[in-house]
């Protein structure tokens, strides 16, 4: 029973990095100019290096003759648990930083916390990976601060984006029967406990950015239980093709 919940644990941590991972591996090459497409590229490149760790992890903890990739890759859609916020599309670039923001604030709360588990293997990704989502939290908050407080385009399209994606935040804090059980045996992280200071941080700096914050009484939920917008779809038959089309291939 522990080592199911922890196989659940470690999917419902992974398939948000994966999945966000995805979104941004689908801007390479479409970058408002050459640096920030490089930026972002390295970014889903550092989600998906994270990723592996999990998924690695979650096969040995599985234990039955699952790669990784078949975990990433070869599940049904209602057999992942990401979070809604993060399969949205790219629509614009406001909308993508704006996503990128509200996730990373939250993804670098959450590492800190988790560097401190009792179970060795997720300490020690959570303890790589916050290094590098420091940098993508600067990142995206820097790009906030810049389209907020830039033109009246930038700005309206920014605070539109914050507007749009504002549901999506409230389900980051929700528990699942897996999380309760890990955070019972000092493994994982109680998430209800980063809220405030999710909050307060995220408002600070649409402060700085000029930005109205949204005020909403209902949020959007779901993902967690593998319910998922009608973008996870289209998502999954890109990130799956080549897995199901020629099955079993090795490179």
């Known amino acids: 029973m522990k080592k199911e919940n922890l196989y659940k644990y470690i999917l419902g941590i992974a398939d948000n990095s994966l999945i966000l991972g995805q979104r941004l591996g689908e801007l390479c090459g479409h970058g408002p100019n050459l640096e920030t497409d490089i930026a972002c590229t390295n970014i889903s490149l550092d989600l998906l290096g994270q990723v592996r760790g999990y998924y690695q992890y979650a096969a040995k903890i599985k234990g039955d003759g699952r790669t990784e990739d078949d975990i990433a890759m070869l599940r049904k859609e209602r057999e992942y648990v990401n979070v809604l916020l993060v399969e949205q599309p790219n629509t614009d670039f406001a909308y993508v930083m704006a996503r990128q923001f509200l996730f990373d604030v939250y993804h670098f709360l959450f590492l800190q916390e988790l560097q401190k588990s009792k179970d060795l293997t997720l300490s020690a990704i959570a303890n790589k990976s916050g290094k590098e989502v420091s940098y993508h939290q600067r990142f995206s908050s820097d790009w906030i601060k810049r389209l907020g407080d830039g033109t009246e385009e930038s700005h309206q399209k920014t605070q539109a984006s914050m507007d749009d994606l504002w549901i999506y935040t409230d389900e980051l804090f929700h528990q699942t029967e897996a999380d309760k059980v890990m955070i019972s045996e000092g493994m ?4 209800t406990k980063l809220k405030n200071t999710y909050y307060k ?3 600070e700096i649409l402060g700085v950015a000029t930005l109205e914050i949204p005020e909403s ?3 959007q939920k779901g993902g967690k239980l593998g319910i998922h917008t009608e973008h996870m779809g289209y998502i999954l038959a890109e990130l799956q093709y ?10």
């Open 188 to 191: 994982g992280v109680d998430v």
């Open 217 to 219: 009484k209902y949020f």
């Open 201 to 203: 941080k995220v408002n």
């Open 242 to 251: 080549m897995q199901r089309t020629y099955p079993n291939m090795e490179w």
